[in-house]
């Protein structure tokens, strides 16, 4: 199965550690998507990367959150000092062109739990 | 900016009949995309139909129809022919084409079909 994978599925982190979630996204997609989901919220959006370029960040993504696709293929996205409120689903997603009518394909998601 | 709201926070449905998710949306875009997913206990979300806010006709895939009225601002999603495996979470989404990176999701619906 070529989809969209996510490392680690689960991660269990104290509050002031740092973590790195990383996405692979689908080989020929050149657009790679972050996402946080709350329990019981629908996905925010946090960036999009095309390419290796970073076009967008979410008012959402502070300066804790850093996100970096360095040769335009997989991506790692990186909580510094995590708090309780960073506890969240982290859903990665890819599509192959710039219109709003590609599909996003969704990897299963890094379920962060900050205690 | 975009919104997207669903009123329904929770579903129910006989095995083997149809059943509306409701969905509203506020946009300034002339030109947008309106997606469903279907997200499992499991965490993964998947894409289940996809309608463009020019297109004349209502989108369909298999037992999923988009009931697209845009004068109303709506995208309702129908099921027909629920089946066991319908149970889940569903969210309405929506993502401009001039700016196709970001997609803005509702809360959600949980549909619980029943035997």
């Known amino acids: 199965d070529t989809g969209v994978s996510q490392d680690p599925r689960h991660k269990i982190t104290k509050r002031g550690q740092n973590v790195t979630f990383r996405c692979d996204p689908i080989?020929?997609?050149?657009?790679l998507y972050w996402y946080r989901q709350t329990l019981g919220q629908g996905p925010e959006f946090l960036t999009y990367?095309?390419?290796?370029?970073?076009?967008?960040k979410s008012r959402l993504l502070s300066d804790r959150f850093s996100a970096e696709r360095p040769k335009g293929s997989f991506s790692t996205l990186e909580i510094q000092r995590t708090e309780q409120g960073d506890s969240a689903m982290y859903l990665c997603?890819?599509?192959?062109?710039?219109?709003?009518?590609?599909?996003?394909?969704f990897g299963p998601g890094t379920r962060l739990t900050v205690t | 900016a975009q919104k997207i709201t669903q009123t329904q926070p929770g579903m129910f449905v006989q095995e083997k009949e149809a059943v509306t998710l409701d969905c509203t949306y506020d946009?300034?875009?002339?030109?947008?995309?309106l997606f469903w997913y279907k997200q499992p206990s499991s965490g993964e979300m998947i894409f289940l139909i996809y309608?463009?806010?020019?297109?004349?006709q209502n989108a369909t895939e298999g037992r999923y129809s988009l009931n697209f009225q845009k004068a109303r601002k709506s995208a309702n999603l129908v099921i027909s022919a629920s089946q066991l495996g319908d149970s889940a979470m569903y969210f309405c989404?929506?993502?401009?084409?001039?700016?196709?990176?970001?997609?803005?999701f509702g809360d959600g619906t949980t549909l619980t079909v029943k035997p």
């Open positions: 309608q463009g806010s020019y297109d004349q």
């Open positions: 080989s020929e997609h050149n657009r």
């Open positions: 997603a890819s599509s192959t062109g710039q219109g709003g009518w590609h599909e996003q394909y």
């Open positions: 990367f095309q390419n290796e370029a970073q076009l967008e």
């Open positions: 989404a929506m993502r401009p084409n001039t700016n196709a990176g970001k997609s803005t």
């Open positions: 946009t300034s875009d002339p030109s947008y995309g």
